[in-house]
């Protein structure tokens, strides 16, 4: 339950910087707390029963879903209204860099609405549980989340820098996105809450974060995307938390088809997650975790680079 420290610094940190600068919390700072915390809670459940059990079980799958659906739920709803406040501004889009013009609403609002809540589920789902997966070696999944997170920071500068509301020229490439500027001090916060974390958790760990944290940061992150209308390009950002994710999802389903054509499952990995496999390969545990750290870091830097390729030429 070590990711109660990490959320706690997290909002503390926010809040306090607004207090003292005298500031009103913005609504989507507010959006990525809720996610946080609403998942954290998911998490917190989740590791209370482990501990007070005395097992590796806690939630049931299907418990996990159904937290993690209420909390995306009321996230789409509260985005939805807080971004009504700003006419230009989309709420029927997917984005990527921005909205792209995909209006899910086009069959009608009753079908629109659950395209809506399906996507958003896709990407809180699959955030949160892809940090939950890689949180299996000391400081990958922290280290990680640092790198990941940190690109939301230069992310929501630079559209606060370019601002429709602000900018006089290069009006065609202006971004028309609420509250950036808080959007990457939340960020911030919770990058500067992750180095904390960060220095026990290196091997050897002192502490763990546990769901509470993978969980919560997990839908840090995906609520990041959303609020800053780069959905899509969350799948390159956080490109560490797909790969290690896909390893799994290709040894099931490899295993599965084997078993099924040859009567005896085989795999793909020595073991999944892909850490793990390279842990029966010999590497050293820091290696690892190291190297997957570069990893990260390369498709964070490749999303930032085309976020900012896409403003210079239109992409």
Same mark, same amino acid.
């Given at each position: 339950m070590g990711g109660i420290v990490i959320l706690a610094a997290a909002v503390i940190g926010y809040f306090s910087a607004k207090f003292?600068?005298?500031?009103?919390?913005?609504?989507?700072?507010?959006?990525?707390?809720?996610?946080?915390?609403?998942?954290?809670?998911?998490?917190?459940?989740?590791?209370?029963?482990?501990?007070?059990?005395?097992?590796?079980?806690? /939630?049931?799958g299907w418990a996990k879903i159904a937290g993690q659906g209420v909390v995306a739920i009321v996230l789409r709803a509260s985005a939805a209204a807080?971004?009504?406040?700003?006419?230009?501004?989309s709420i029927n889009s997917i984005s990527l860099f921005r909205d792209l013009p995909l209006d899910l609403f086009y069959w009608g609002s009753f079908i629109g609405m659950g395209l809506f809540v399906a996507w958003v589920y896709l990407l809180?789902?699959?955030?949160?549980?892809?940090?939950?997966?890689a949180d299996g070696l000391d400081g990958l999944a922290s280290g990680s989340l640092v790198i990941?997170?940190?690109?939301?920071?230069?992310?929501?500068?630079?559209?606060?820098?370019?601002?429709?509301a602000t900018v006089t020229e290069n009006l065609s490439s202006c971004y028309e996105v609420r509250d950036p500027l808080d959007t990457a001090v939340?960020?911030?916060?919770?990058?500067?809450?992750? /180095?904390?974390?960060?220095?026990?958790?290196?091997?050897?760990?002192?502490?763990?974060?546990?769901?509470?944290?993978?969980?919560? /940061?997990?839908?840090?992150?995906?609520?990041?995307?959303?609020v800053s209308r780069t959905e899509l390009l969350l799948v390159?950002?956080?490109?560490?938390?797909?790969?290690?994710?896909?390893?799994?999802?290709?040894?099931? /389903?490899?295993?599965?088809?084997t078993r099924k054509l040859t009567g005896v499952g085989?795999?793909?990995?020595?073991?999944?997650?892909?850490?793990?496999?390279?842990?029966?390969k010999g590497w050293a545990e820091i290696t690892i975790v190291v190297r997957f750290w570069i990893i990260g870091a390369l498709c964070a830097i490749s999303g930032v680079g085309l976020f900012?390729?896409?403003?210079?030429y239109g992409i």
């Open positions: 003292i600068n005298g500031e009103t919390p913005s609504a989507s700072a507010l959006l990525v707390i809720f996610m946080m915390l609403g998942l954290g809670l998911v998490g917190f459940i989740d590791d209370l029963l482990k501990v007070r059990n005395q097992r590796s079980l806690g /939630l049931g807080a971004r009504r406040e700003r006419a230009h501004s809180v789902a699959s955030a949160s549980n892809g940090v939950n997966i990941s997170i940190g690109a939301y920071v230069v992310i929501g500068f630079w559209q606060f820098n370019q601002s429709c939340i960020a911030t916060a919770i990058v500067g809450a992750a /180095l904390g974390f960060l220095w026990w958790n290196t091997s050897p760990a002192q502490i763990f974060m546990g769901d509470t944290g993978s969980l919560g /940061l997990g839908g840090g992150l995906a609520a990041l995307a959303i390159l950002i956080g490109g560490i938390f797909v790969i290690v994710t896909g390893s799994v999802v290709i040894q099931r /389903l490899y295993f599965k088809l085989k795999r793909v990995f020595l073991m999944s997650p892909l850490h793990h496999h390279f842990e029966l900012y390729v896409e403003w210079i």
